[in-house]
């Protein structure tokens, strides 16, 4: 492993981890609805998915799913019934008025926001697919541990950091004054894209 492979496998996680998905739409609603802290939280959870889904790709699980198709697709059909019942939920509560107060007031806990975003990514088993396919390429198998423990580490901090500017930019008051004002629309919105992505994942 040379520094220059090491580098392009952490500018291509940074690249996937920014290009908007299920993740960035949710993080989005958190950060403009129940505030910074919570959003955070969130962003941690969705590092933590990506931690796994790395992790399992370097011991080999792309692998597993491409001998056991079945496995695959039916983890699939997991994670996009997880993302349909999100969009379900924001549908069903988009028209609930909701003023500034409420929306400072009553975030949920770090913890279910932890929890809620390690969900979000763990359902979906794409990405051991996409680490799978980046390892396999420029992660030669005698690869020393420190350099294994050094790109899982950069997939954390890549998708977590990005995340936490997600929710630093969409949590500004000017952000969350505009989502509480058309909450009604935005959640709408924001569901239908979630349940299109989400069969999306089902389909493909």
Do not use: C
Request: glycine share 8%; no cysteine.
């Amino acid at each position: 492993m040379t520094a220059a492979a090491f580098l392009t496998i952490v500018l291509i996680h940074l690249a996937a981890a920014i290009s908007p998905g299920p993740s960035f739409i949710v993080s989005v609603r958190v950060a403009a609805s129940e505030g910074f802290k919570t959003a955070v939280a969130l962003a941690f959870g969705f590092g933590m998915g990506a931690l796994l889904w790395a992790t399992a790709a370097m011991a080999g699980l792309a692998i597993l799913f491409e001998i056991v198709p079945s496995l695959f697709i039916g983890m699939k059909l997991i994670g996009a019934a997880f993302l349909m019942w999100i969009a379900y939920q924001m549908w069903r509560h988009a028209s609930e008025p909701m003023d500034m107060d409420a929306a400072s007031d009553k975030p949920r806990s770090a913890w279910a926001a932890f929890w809620f975003g390690f969900l979000t990514f763990a359902t979906n088993p794409k990405p051991a697919i996409f680490f799978g396919a980046v390892f396999v390429g420029l992660v030669p198998t005698d690869t020393p541990l420190p350099w294994r423990l050094a790109i899982l580490g950069a997939v954390f901090a890549n998708e977590t950091l990005w995340y936490i500017t997600v929710a630093r930019v969409f949590s500004h008051a000017r952000a969350r004054t505009a989502y509480i004002r058309l909450k009604s629309s935005v959640d709408r919105v924001f569901g239908g894209f979630l349940a299109l992505l989400g069969l999306k994942i089902a389909l493909t």
